[in-house]
Nanobody, 119 residues
Framework: QVQVVESGGGLVQAGGSLRLSCAAS????????MGWYRQAPGKQREFVAR???????DYADSVKGRFTISRDNAKNTVYLQMNSLKPEDTAVYYC?????????????WGQGTQVTVSS
């Protein structure tokens, strides 16, 4: 099993910054990709960013140039630096960790952290 815990959410004004953290514990030796998703009220959960164990990154178009995902493998922690925040970034942000299991991939989710951007 893998446990995933997010932190760092909060209330910020438009144009401000926040840094989210996501710590994984448990069977972390086989974790490959970790990422961030978000879900705004009344909307489906959407992809934000992901990073592989080798450091390759991928971003949603809506956050490119504003958000940066990084990873500290020694601490089993992934960060999401969010700059130039907009009201439309308001959502619950979820972290996921993917672990290889034979020929399958298991995905573990955290409980989410609220980000609110005021205009």
């Amino acid at each position: 099993q893998v446990q995933v815990v997010e932190s760092g959410g909060g209330l910020v004004q438009a144009g401000g910054s926040l840094r989210l953290s996501c710590a994984a514990s448990g069977m972390i030796f086989s974790i490959n990709t970790m990422g961030w998703y978000r879900q705004a009220p009344g909307k489906q959960r959407e992809f934000v960013a992901r990073i592989t164990s080798g450091g390759s990154t991928d971003y949603a178009d809506s956050v490119k140039g504003r958000f940066t995902i990084s990873r500290d493998n020694a601490k089993n922690t992934v960060y999401l630096q969010m700059n130039s925040l907009k009201p439309e970034d308001t959502a619950v942000y979820y972290c996921d960790a993917q672990r290889a299991y034979g020929t399958s991939v298991l995905t573990y989710w955290g409980q989410g952290t609220q980000v609110t951007v005021s205009s």
